[in-house]
Every structure is written in structure tokens, then in C-alpha cells.
């Protein structure tokens, strides 16, 4: 894959038309149709521009070992979808927000924990394949939705963090309510 190809396929990636990227990278669209159809070989500043435009590094251009983090297909369509990409096995990602919040219902502290963690673990693995779709139609919902299931399961945890913390504060036993609070900091 040449620079050209490199640039049209973040562009795409990206949902950008190449009017948008050359007036985004402050250079003509014939330049980055030229470019594109690998008939020009850019000055590194016009790299710089093109690059900065498309926010990826310069060397997602120039560097042929780059492509493997050029996607191959196109974005995920649903959370499913998305939770595969990412090697994620559990499901739990995919559950509505009410039943989110209804899973951490009459859960004890260490139940109520793992949850927490298996729903944050989720959200930190379909990060970097959101990001290969950044900008994407896909990328905003999907990362919207990710964003809500993580807060849903971050405030329905520190409920029943902050009650077991209070607890164990009443009792004397500040090491417990300790590492508690640094368990609500693992998962937030």
C-alpha cells in the first residue's frame, strides 16, 4: 500500500471527502487527489498537514508497516459485533442500561465488584478498535453506548461501595474501607 492508498483509506475510514481534507490540511483538492491516486509524491510538509488533518501520525502514511492498523473491513454495526472484534467473551456489554442497573440489585460488595470490573475490563478492550473507526457514524453510537453501560455499572457500584465503605468505616476497620476506595478507583 502506497502513501496514496494509506490517505484514502484514513479518509474513508475517517468520513471525510477529499474537498474536507484538503481545506482540513490547508492544500487544494486536486493535491489530495493526485496523492491519492498515487501520481504525486507528497513534500514531507504536505505529509505533516495531511496527517495533522486526518489526526493520525505522519508515519500512518509513510510507514508500509502501518497498514496493519489500516481496517480491512468495515466498522462494527452493533455492540456484539464490536465485543467480537475485541476479544471479549463475556456479554455482559451488551445488556440494556436498566438491566445493567438491575443486575447490581441485591448484590453483595464482591459481587457487585466483579460486575463492575468485567463491564470496565469491556469498555478498556473495544477501546482501540473503536479508535481504528474513529470519526465513523459506528464509532460515535458505539462509543456512546459504551460510555453509558460503564457509567450505569460505575454508579450503581459506588452505591453499594460507598454503603460497605461507610460500614466498615463504623466498624473500625479503615484498611477495609481503604481498599475500597481504591477498588472504586480501579473501576471508574
Known amino acids: ?20 481534507l484538503a481545506e482540513m490540511a490547508g492544500r487544494d483538492r486536486s493535491t489530495i487527489s493526485l496523492i491519492e ?32 492498523t ?3 473491513e468495515p466498522p462494527p454495526r452493533s455492540m456484539d459485533e464490536l465485543l467480537e472484534r475485541a476479544g471479549v467473551a463475556n456479554r455482559t456489554f451488551t445488556m440494556s442500561l436498566v438491566e445493567i442497573g438491575e443486575a447490581f ?13 468485567e463491564i470496565a475490563d469491556a469498555r478498556a478492550a473495544v477501546k482501540p478498535v473503536l479508535a481504528l473507526y474513529a470519526g465513523s457514524t459506528e464509532e460515535v453510537a458505539l462509543t456512546v453506548q459504551s ?23 463504623a466498624e473500625g476497620n479503615l484498611d477495609r474501607a481503604e481498599l475500597i476506595e481504591r477498588e472504586l478507583k480501579e473501576v471508574a
Open 37 to 68: 491516486s498515487n501520481h504525486n509524491f507528497p513534500h514531507p510538509a504536505t505529509i505533516q498537514r495531511i496527517a495533522g488533518a486526518l489526526d493520525v501520525p505522519p508515519e500512518a502514511l509513510t510507514d508500509p508497516s502501518w497498514e496493519a
Open 105 to 117: 440489585k441485591g448484590l453483595s460488595y464482591q459481587e457487585a465488584y466483579k460486575l463492575a470490573r
Open 70 to 72: 489500516v481496517p480491512k
Open 1 to 20: 500500500m502506497e502513501i496514496g492508498d494509506r490517505v484514502r483509506a484514513i479518509r474513508r475510514r475517517k468520513a471525510l471527502s477529499q474537498g474536507q
Open 147 to 169: 460510555m453509558e453501560r460503564n457509567m450505569v455499572a460505575n454508579l450503581s457500584f459506588q452505591a453499594i461501595a460507598e454503603r460497605e465503605r461507610g460500614q466498615a468505616v
